[in-house]
């Protein structure tokens, strides 16, 4: 099975779960979930219902959003250090990207009591910076995507949406249909 495959069993599997847990707490059955499980640390009684009910909602999106953005950055990671070797982030990163990596990762640096988010470079990137890294390197990436505008216009829906949830806001079902739409087109492209 597929890298890929598997991110969108994966991905899929946890939408399918979630939207079943829905279900049940609609029909009044209540979901325990064991507090010293990873998918939360809190439990009913230390938040309100409704924030319980939407961090819960939103928990299931943001899944979709670290996968999806990983497997972005493993994409241009992979097909810049096949074409371009070990110099890849030297050679196909904007200046401008590669000055703000440095700047996050410098600030990092002084912290050092705090975990790295990560160990290469492309870590620091912004989600948006994602895109134009392959939009300027499009020579590489013009066999996976249909156009740069095709790039830009899922980048552009998926950022509004993705600092809503990275920034504790919540996102509409409407929204969140639109995220699932974007993921899938992504995978079924470069799948």
């Not at 890929?4 to 939207?19: C, I, K, M, P």
């Not at 049940?24 to 309100?48: C, H, K, M, Q």
């Not at 070990?86 to 700047?103: G, H, M, R, Y």
């Not at 990560?118 to 995507?145: P, R």
Request: net charge negative; proline share 3%.
């Amino acid at each position: 099975m597929s890298a890929n495959s598997e991110l969108r069993e994966f991905v899929f599997g946890a939408l399918l779960t979630q939207d079943s847990l829905h279900a049940l707490e609609s029909e009044g059955i209540t979901v325990n979930v064991d507090a010293s499980a990873p998918i939360t640390r809190v439990t009913e009684t230390d938040f309100s219902p409704r924030l319980i009910h939407d961090a819960t909602n939103m928990a299931s999106i943001y899944v979709v959003f670290f996968c999806l953005e990983n497997a972005v950055r493993e994409l241009i990671t992979d097909r810049l250090a096949e074409r371009h070797k070990l110099n890849w982030w030297e050679q196909c990163v904007p200046a401008k990207i590669k000055t703000a990596v440095q700047s996050l990762k410098d600030k990092e640096d002084q912290n050092r009591y705090h975990t790295q988010r990560s160990s290469a470079l492309i870590g620091y990137t912004m989600f948006g910076n994602l895109a134009q890294i392959i939009i300027t390197n499009w020579d590489d990436f013009s066999d996976l995507f249909p156009s740069q505008a095709w790039i830009t216009s899922r980048f552009t829906d998926l950022e509004m949406s993705r600092n809503i949830i990275m920034h504790t806001g919540v996102l509409p079902p409407g929204e969140i249909e639109r995220i699932e739409s974007i993921s899938r087109d992504w995978l079924r492209q470069v799948g």
